[in-house]
Structures are given as C-alpha cells and as structure tokens.
C-alpha cells in the first residue's frame, strides 16, 4: 500500500508513522519544515517563551514571600530567542528520528495532484533559482497542507512593522508598544509575553469579550489580571485602517463609544486562520471543496475515495492535537482499521497566567441545546497547592445534565488547567457523573483535588467552602 502525504505538520508526521506503522510503504512531501506551523513558528515556541513569562511573574511577584531575595535580574530576549530555536531544532531532529525509525521517506518540495493517482513535487535543487519536478504514484493519499494567517483587508495592513505571529516570535528586540487586532488565544499569549519584558501592550477585539472560545466566566479573571498589569482591552471594537505616522503606527477603530486611534510601535494581526489549500491541484483529482476548505466524512476521506485531508486545511477545529488524531484517524481508515473521533472531547486551551482550559459545552451552549443543566463555580483560592505555588487566582466550572448528573462540559482558570482538562476529556469521553468524579480518590495536596472539590460543590455540599 502506497501513501502519499503533503504537509509534514502534527495532522501530516502523525498520520506517516501511524500508517508506517500499519505496513503502508509512506512518502512524506514538505515545502519547508517538518513539525509545521505548531512546532516551528506556533505552539512550542510560543511556549518556551510564555514559560519564561511565567519565571518573571513569579521573580517580581512571589519571590519575596517564597522565601527568596532577588537583589536583581535580567531578562534578554536574545538568549530566550537562542533557547526557542534550540528546542525548536531538538523537536524537528526527534521527527526526523521517527521517520527513519519507520521507514517514512520524506521529499523536500511542494506537491500538487497530477489526477486521483499521481502527485507532481516541484523542488528546489542546489541553486535556488532552478526546480525539478518528479511524479509520485500513490494508492492513497492524504492532505495535511494546515492553515496560514488572516490577514484583514483594510488600508495600511501591508506597512512595515504590521506583523504576524510568524513575526512576533523572532523579532530582533521588544518593541515599546504593541498593538494586537485580535484578543483570541494567540492574541492573549502574546500579550503576556511582550508585557512580561516590559513593552506597553493594547488588545482590540471586535467581539463583546477575549478568548470567546472560553466560556464567559473562564476569561474573567484573565481580564482582570490584564487590567491589573497595565494591559489595556477594548472589546466590540473595529478596525478600519492602519497609518504610518511620525510616532509609529496608528490604529484607527470605531466602537459605539466613537472612533479612537492607538499608536504603536509594531501592530500584531491575530484574527484568525485560514486552510492552506491553493497551488495543491485539487481540481484535477476532482477533490470539493466547501467555504475555503476541502470537504471529508468523519474518516477524514474526501469525495475521492482514495484522498484524505486531516487538520486545518479541511476547516475542522484548527488545533495541533485535532490535527494529529485526524491523521490518526486517516491512517487507520485507509489501512482498514475502524477509527473514529468523539470531537465532544477536544480541549481548548490557552497557555497564558492563569492558564485557562475547556472541554465539552459551555453554560450557553448546553443551554441553546436544550439542557436544563446544573452548573457551579468554584474558587481556586481554597486549594492548597495553589496557595503553596502563589497561583490562587483562578477557577473551576462544571456543566452538568440535571437530572442525570453527566459532566456535559468543564472548564478552569488556574496553575496546570491545561494539565488538568485531560480529567474532563476523559469524563465527557466515558459520559462519566458528577458523582463518579467524587467517588474518586484525588491525590493531596494537588491542584487536581480541586475538581473533586467543584464536583461536591455542584451538588452543594463542598467540604472547603463556607456555606
């Protein structure tokens, strides 16, 4: 069995091993990088430096109690710039090493369908001026081409210094101030990172709150803390154009407050993604498409029987671990093995302080549904080891079904809610009970025992909390 894959992404490298794995002889193309997006200019290194971020915070807020005199520090952004790219390449060598562990052959190039049963890969060879072009032939193949960012068309969003995430992770110094368009998740971790090395920070978001994949109370006490640190939020806000002026760069907005202009140094665009699916000939393997995005069944197969497409660029839930169950998913379809995905457990999560993380519905949701649900929010506060970590600020909320008592969603704001929402997956996934939770032991002192505290709670009988 022959598979071809385009996209070395988490959808792409996942389903190779996994159909590699199964006895299928893999071919892996890529343009650029393997690790895609979330491994080399997403998830991981925008995590190794919201990790920093996190040493900051605790530096200049909690040391002193903690018992530990900080006479001065220094944060340089060029040696966290060093270590982002050290783990970055450590990670890309780690796929390389699962590759040749499993037989998967990789091709350096950019692929695009011949018909239903060839791929035509165009390379660069040793001078970057001249391609070549070879034909694959393949039994099956899978498209895993990801997403790229939106960039909203309104004057002035071409002017040097209107920046991407792309951008934002490597920029050569912090600049004085910034100015993202957009307060979802990539919006809101990068302004704890660049407000963390001191640069003056605004967010405007068109919609009435940040983070609206959150459940309304989740986001709370993040917006707090952004108020509390200087962080300026302006939500139900538009952007109508950008301008170069002699102070920087000037964001023009209206809101039904009036219009308003912000000046920065840099502009961040952050509203969104997009699938990557032009240059791929799709039309000559008859592949549909829908809304921008190519069109599959829950196996991830396209209209063609022997095509899939897994991850951003079939218009799904654009997150790496969906991406990578979906290539999973594919693998296993086409090596004849039943697969599927309960989508109901898909953590969202957001990597900021405090982290926040959700699975299932939320209250409106379950709500617009139909539900009549019972719900409760409890404090992190009241839990030992988050007092013990200076991380209090935070809390948990569970969704449940009334008169059945199973956990439809939950959702937290908290030290090591991105850890913890895996509990709530697994929950949703076995339809599990509140009370199923409570019968079980939780290990002390733990930020876990929080969500048997919440589950106690939901019934009203919380052992922690004052009546």
Not at 363 to 371: D, L, R, T
Not at 383 to 398: D, F, P, R
Not at 440 to 445: D, E, G, M, N, Y
């Amino acid at each position: 069995m022959r598979i071809v894959i385009i996209g070395g992404g988490p959808g792409g490298y996942v389903a190779a091993i996994r159909a590699a794995q199964l006895g299928a002889e893999v071919t892996l193309i890529e343009d650029k990088y393997l690790g895609g997006t979330c491994l080399n200019i997403g998830c991981i290194p925008t995590k190794v430096l919201l990790y920093t971020t996190d040493l900051i915070d605790v530096l200049e807020n909690d040391a002193k109690e903690m018992g530990i005199i900080v006479s001065g520090y220094e944060a340089d952004w060029s040696k966290l710039q060093k270590r982002k790219k050290k783990i970055v390449k450590k990670l890309v060598s780690g796929v390389n090493g699962l590759f040749k562990n499993n037989n998967v052959t990789t091709v350096t190039g950019k692929g695009s369908f011949l018909n239903d049963h060839q791929i035509l890969v165009k390379s660069k060879n040793g001078d970057e001026s001249l391609e070549e072009e070879s034909i694959i032939d393949f039994d099956f193949a899978i498209i895993a081409t990801g997403s790229k960012p939106i960039m909203i068309p309104i004057p002035g969003i071409d002017l040097p210094g209107v920046i991407t995430s792309e951008e934002a992770l490597s920029l050569d110094t912090v600049p004085e101030s910034l100015c993202i368009i957009g307060g979802g998740v990539i919006g809101c971790e990068f302004a704890s990172i660049y407000h963390a090395f001191g640069c003056k920070v605004t967010i405007i978001e068109m919609l009435t709150d940040i983070v609206a994949i959150m459940d309304h109370d989740i986001a709370k006490p993040l917006k707090d803390k952004f108020a509390k640190e200087g962080i300026e939020i302006f939500t139900s806000t538009k952007v109508g154009s950008i301008q170069k002026t002699n102070e920087g760069l000037s964001v023009n907005t209206s809101s039904t407050d009036g219009e308003k202009s912000f000046l920065a140094e840099k502009v961040l665009v952050s509203v969104g993604r997009k699938p990557v699916i032009d240059a791929l000939g799709l039309e000559k393997a008859a592949i549909e498409t829908e809304a921008g995005a190519i069109k599959v069944n829950k196996n991830m197969r396209t209209n063609i029987e022997n095509i899939y497409a897994v991850g951003d660029c079939n218009g799904g839930v654009m997150l790496a671990h969906v991406a990578s169950s979906e290539g999973v998913v594919a693998a296993e379809s086409i090596m004849g093995k039943k697969s599927n995905i309960d989508f109901r457990t898909i953590p969202y999560c957001v990597y900021t302080k405090p982290e926040m993380a959700g699975v299932g519905m939320t209250e409106a949701q379950a709500k617009a549904k139909g539900y009549d649900v019972k719900t409760v929010i409890t404090p992190m506060y009241i839990n030992s080891k988050a007092m013990i970590m200076g991380e209090t600020t935070g809390i948990i909320k569970y969704i449940a079904d009334a008169s059945t008592g199973e956990i439809l969603g939950l959702h937290m704001a908290g030290p090591r809610a991105t850890d913890l929402i895996v509990e709530g997956a697994l929950a949703i996934r076995l339809e599990a009970t509140i009370d199923e939770i409570i019968s079980t032991i939780h290990a002390h002192p733990t930020v876990g025992e929080a969500l048997l505290e919440a589950a106690h709670a939901v019934h009203g009988d919380a052992i922690h909390l004052m009546k």
